[in-house]
């Protein structure tokens, strides 16, 4: 089994930052991608940013290029998004998932395990 925990969220200004972190905790390998989503009031959960288990390589959303960073340390078991520029319309609960494959993935059903969310909320 695997656990999921994401920290990190909060109450922000338009144009700040804030780091979002996951701990990963139970039976993971070499071979979990990992990625981070976001769902706001009323809305569907939709896909942000995913990394390999090396890190090697990325992928986000058009909407956050440029803004935010998808990051992992496996020494310490955690996965970050680091978000910058933050604008109302980043207004969400964010999620972070692990799924069983070595390959990014940008849709809910690709992955296998979740976190219960962190809410960010930015005002303008």
């Known amino acids: 089994q695997v656990q999921l925990v994401e920290s990190g969220g909060g109450l922000v200004q338009a144009g700040g930052s804030l780091r979002l972190s996951c701990a990963v905790s139970?039976?993971?390998?070499?071979?979990?991608?990992m990625g981070w989503f976001r769902q706001a009031p009323g809305k569907e959960r939709e896909f942000v940013a995913a990394?390999?288990?090396?890190?090697?390589?990325?992928y986000n959303q058009d909407s956050v290029k440029g803004r935010f960073a998808i990051s992992r340390d496996n020494a310490k078991n955690t996965v970050y998004l680091q978000m910058n520029s933050l604008n109302p319309e980043d207004t969400a609960v964010y999620y972070c998932?692990?799924?069983?494959?070595?390959?990014?993935?940008?849709?809910?059903?690709?992955?296998?395990?979740w976190g219960q969310g962190t809410q960010v909320t930015v005002s303008s």
């Open positions: 990394i390999t288990w090396s890190g090697a390589s990325t």
């Open positions: 998932a692990l799924r069983s494959s070595i390959r990014l993935a940008t849709k809910e059903g690709q992955y296998d395990y």
């Open positions: 139970g039976r993971t390998s070499s071979s979990n991608a």
